[in-house]
Antibody, heavy 125, light 107 residues
Framework: EVQLVESGGGLVQPGGSLRLSCAASGFTFSRFWMIWVRQAPGRGLEWVANIKQDGSLIYYVDSVKGRFTISRDNAKNSLYLQMNSLRVEDTALYYC??????????????????WGQGTLVTVSS | AIQMTQSPSSLSASVGDRVTITCRASQGIRNELGWYQQKPGKAPKLLIYAASSLQSGVPSRFSGRGSGTDFTLTITSLQPEDFATYYCLHDFNYPRTFGQGTKVEIK
């Protein structure tokens, strides 16, 4: 079965750290860019970070730069998000998602075609 | 960063209605836009990519249009399973940004 399964969420105090993991199965993980997206309680979706297939290109939303690190292990079919210096505003459900590439006569496109169920991170004292 | 503004923020509609949601980008993004559906307690689901291309398995009552800065998602003949929140997302550059969402509720 093609799926993504996140783990590692939990309750952490402000300033603390947490490492999220995402286990991929049913597809060739190493062929895809991978992404973390988060959703604060009752709020909308926010893109957090992207990582290229070989890890050579990484992008972050400004609010997590210098605090979060996205990484991957293609041999283990796994994606990670190391979160340091956590803030109350980082409280959210964190989704792992796959970036599928499409192309047609007009150009090239990316879209998030496969999502995990999410792992909840709560930052609170 | 490109700002994505959706309208309306919420709407009430009946089964069988035609519904249109708008997404406006703060700068031109060609047709590099997707639409996602999210039901309560569930992960988002890709509906449309490249502004108008239907993702495999998505019913044909969903359609997307637009290019540049203005985009629409239309649901013809709204079905009970379509009551959800819809988000646009651009893939033009980084950072990727979502619209704030449009909640489609039952009238």
């Amino acid at each position: 079965e093609v799926q993504l399964v996140e783990s590692g969420g939990g309750l952490v105090q402000p300033g603390g750290s947490l490492r999220l993991s995402c286990a991929a199965s049913g597809f060739t993980f190493s062929r895809f860019w991978m992404i973390w997206v988060r959703q604060a309680p009752g709020r909308g979706l926010e893109w957090v970070a992207n990582i290229k297939q070989d890890g050579s290109l990484i992008y972050y939303v400004d609010s997590v730069k210098g605090r979060f690190t996205i990484s991957r292990d293609n041999a283990k079919n796994s994606l990670y998000l190391q979160m340091n210096s956590l803030r109350v505003e980082d409280t959210a459900l964190y989704y792992c998602t796959r970036d599928q590439s499409y192309s047609d006569s007009r150009g090239y496109y990316d879209a998030f075609d496969l999502w995990g169920q999410g792992t909840l991170v709560t930052v609170s004292s | 960063a490109i700002q994505m503004t959706q309208s309306p923020s919420s709407l009430s509609a009946s089964v069988g209605d035609r519904v249109t949601i708008t997404c406006r980008a703060s700068q031109g993004i060609r047709n590099e836009l997707g639409w996602y559906q999210q039901k309560p307690g569930k992960a988002p689901k890709l509906l449309i990519y490249a502004a108008s291309s239907l993702q495999s398995g998505v019913p044909s009552r969903f359609s997307g249009r637009g290019s540049g800065t203005d985009f629409t998602l239309t649901i013809t003949s709204l079905q009970p399973e379509d009551f959800a929140t819809y988000y646009c997302l651009h893939d033009f550059n980084y950072p990727r940004t979502f619209g704030q969402g449009t909640k489609v509720e039952i009238k």
